[in-house]
């Protein structure tokens, strides 16, 4: 009989040891908050003939880890891509990933999380869910000076190639963010702030 009562108590406290060390193993990731300063958007260089030029090429961004390789561009390893004023999601005509965006006008602090009313749009041949073009997205143009101004009070959120969420503000287009960008700046390069939420939840704090 004692056996028997050893073996039983010995079998709880193994099951427990289980329980706890599994209880243990998990780990929950935090609200990531960020600044990104001068992310390159396929910048202009000045060729042989003095005549500006560009590669073409996106840069890749994932809220999770920052810059991603141009050679995972077809996986759901990114977030965002950005060349020149263009910002693509990782999803629908864009990427294979769950991606999509609502541009929201509203204050970035103040917003708390993805609005039920939200409606997280695709990518498509003929729109992107991050529009383009002067007054219709992120930013205005003028046309006098050749700047490209980020609109205050515009929210980006962003449904992640994982299928999980963030919040974007476009701060500056210029490097080295000047206050006041003139023909001398050199554009092209993203400075933004974001906040990221790994478990999936349309909440940011």
Do not use: H
Request: net charge positive; with cysteine; hydrophobic share 35%.
């Amino acid at each position: 009989m004692y056996s028997i009562k050893k073996i039983a108590i010995c079998g709880l406290s193994l099951a427990l040891f289980v329980a706890c060390k599994k209880e243990e193993t998990v780990v929950v990731d935090p609200i990531k908050s960020e600044t990104v300063k001068d992310l390159a958007a396929d910048p202009t260089t000045i060729s042989g003939t003095g005549q500006p030029v560009a590669t073409g090429k996106y840069t890749f961004f994932s809220f999770k880890n920052g810059i991603v390789a141009n050679t995972d561009s077809a996986t759901n390893k990114w977030d965002v891509a950005f060349r020149a004023t263009t910002i693509l999601t990782n999803g629908g005509t864009s990427g294979t990933g769950l991606g999509g965006a609502v541009v929201l006008t509203g204050i970035f602090d103040e917003t708390k999380e993805v609005p039920a009313s939200a409606v997280i749009l695709q990518d498509t041949k003929t729109l992107l869910a991050i529009p383009t073009g002067s007054g219709k997205g992120w930013y205005n143009y003028d046309g006098a000076t050749n700047i490209i101004s980020p609109i205050a009070g515009k929210v980006l959120l962003i449904k992640t190639g994982e299928g999980k969420y963030a919040k974007m503000e476009v701060l500056s287009y210029y490097k080295g963010t000047p206050a006041k960008p003139d023909a001398s700046s050199a554009g092209r390069y993203y400075t933004f702030r974001y906040v990221y939420q790994p478990d999936g939840s349309l909440k940011f704090n």
